[in-house]
């Protein structure tokens, strides 16, 4: 059984023990690929760091419906994207909607640039309830709750990310989403 799953892995396998997964496997628009990944078992938690700005809003929607459908009560989705109100002008510019440059550029993809507000209606909408680890407000202030690694590593974030230690220079809006 796969109780723990981490979306669209890429290079990070940063979280021992959990079943790491790329978009052949399981598209998360795929119902079909849901149902043979999970075969008919709960999952516990799904990570996905720097998945959900590739998907459209709408898809975005679907893709949450279908990580509720397929979790066990009391099992989350550990979400991370890059943040809408990281007040940083570089930064913006490399997680803009449609990436910085040549289409081979990781952020070619991105379809959508989340906000604190908007993230967390997502997965409210989908059925979860939500708490926010780390985010920039609309003030441009920086707020982190206490969070455990053992629940799921997010690299990019002030925790996780030497880039950040001294300075935040690439933060995620990272939340917990519950069923």
């Known amino acids: 059984m796969k109780e723990r799953i981490v979306i669209g892995a890429g290079p990070y396998h940063n979280n021992p023990g959990w079943y ?8 998360l628009l795929d119902q079909s690929d849901w149902e043979r990944l999970c075969s008919n078992e709960k999952l516990q938690a799904i990570l996905a760091e720097h998945v959900w700005e590739h998907l459209t ?9 279908h990580c509720h459908t397929y979790l066990a009560q009391g099992g989350y989705v550990r979400c991370a994207v890059p943040d809408g109100y990281f007040q940083d002008d570089a930064y913006q510019a490399i997680v803009q909607v449609g990436g910085p440059g040549p289409t081979d550029h990781p952020a070619a993809s991105h379809k959508i640039v989340y906000t604190h507000e908007t993230l967390q209606q997502l997965f409210k909408e989908a059925g979860f309830q939500v708490r926010l680890l780390e985010y ?3 003030d441009g202030i920086f707020h982190q709750a206490d969070w455990d690694g053992a629940d799921g590593v997010i690299f990019r974030s002030k925790r996780y990310d030497p880039r950040n230690a001294e300075q935040m220079k690439f933060p995620s809006l990272i939340l917990d989403a519950y069923k």
């Open 20 to 27: 790491h997964t790329e978009e052949e496997e399981l598209n």
């Open 57 to 65: 809003l709408e898809e975005g929607k679907e893709a949450a419906r």
């Open 136 to 138: 920039f407000d609309q």
